[in-house]
């Protein structure tokens, strides 16, 4: 169990937080450590907050290592495409070029970039 030791000044800005903070994903994280700092345990923190406990020790974790602030941090994975980095020299070459189906744009895409991806990502990418 990962023993934190809370001052009165550590769970005021708790109980603020836990309804105030604009992101819904940063509430559930003050609500347990508001949870610890009155002595619960794990097993009923996480019943209460409906997290697992190895997301509750991750809360913990974090808390102890970065303080409140680290808990307000919010990232979300966000993947990348490859092709964003050609996306001027392909919009610029569609534009001069049209393709009359997402399978022709797909190997035009191929034969320019030498990335090949099937024609649902590729129609991801024409859209945006």
Do not use: W
């Amino acid at each position: 169990m990962i023993k934190i030791d809370f001052t009165e000044n550590d769970i005021k800005p708790l109980k603020y937080e836990r309804y105030h903070h604009p992101h819904p994903r940063v509430l559930c994280p003050m609500e347990a450590l508001l949870l610890k700092s009155l002595g619960l345990a794990h097993k009923d923190i996480a019943n209460l907050t409906g997290v697992c406990p190895n997301t509750l020790r991750t809360y913990l974790g974090e808390y102890h290592i970065g303080g409140l602030d680290k808990l307000k941090e919010i990232n979300f994975y966000q993947p990348k495409s490859e092709l964003k980095q050609h996306q001027k020299s392909l919009e610029e070459y569609f534009k001069k070029n049209p393709v009359a189906s997402i399978n022709e744009a797909s190997a035009k895409i191929t034969e320019i970039t030498g990335i090949k991806r099937s024609p649902t990502r590729v129609r991801e990418f024409v859209k945006s």
